[in-house]
């Protein structure tokens, strides 16, 4: 059973999505808020998605290149579909 995430647990996720571009902040960020935050394999998903070079991230979400998790890349078309990229 799923627990929801704790609020430390969201705090250090929402400060892991400042990337550094205001583009990509909005991204990663919107995703968090908009998502639920109940599943906390998805936000295992996330967070280890988090640890990938920026340049990186921002080719998978621009359709550029794939993630190699398809995990990561559930995340990564969930964030293209509501941002509609």
Excluded: Y
């Excluded at 990663?28 to 990938?52: I, P, R």
């Excluded at 990561?72 to 293209?80: G, L, P």
Aim: charged residues 30%.
């Amino acid at each position: 059973m799923s627990h929801p995430a704790s609020e430390a647990q969201l705090k250090r996720l929402r400060w892991r999505c400042r990337r550094g571009t205001r583009e990509l902040d909005a991204l990663l960020g919107g995703w968090l808020d908009s998502n639920d935050q109940s599943n906390e394999d998805t936000l295992a998903s996330f967070d280890e998605l988090l640890e990938q070079p920026d340049p990186l991230i921002w080719d998978w979400l621009m359709g550029n290149a794939r993630p190699p998790r398809a995990d990561w890349q559930e995340i990564v078309d969930a964030i293209r579909t509501c941002n509609r990229i």
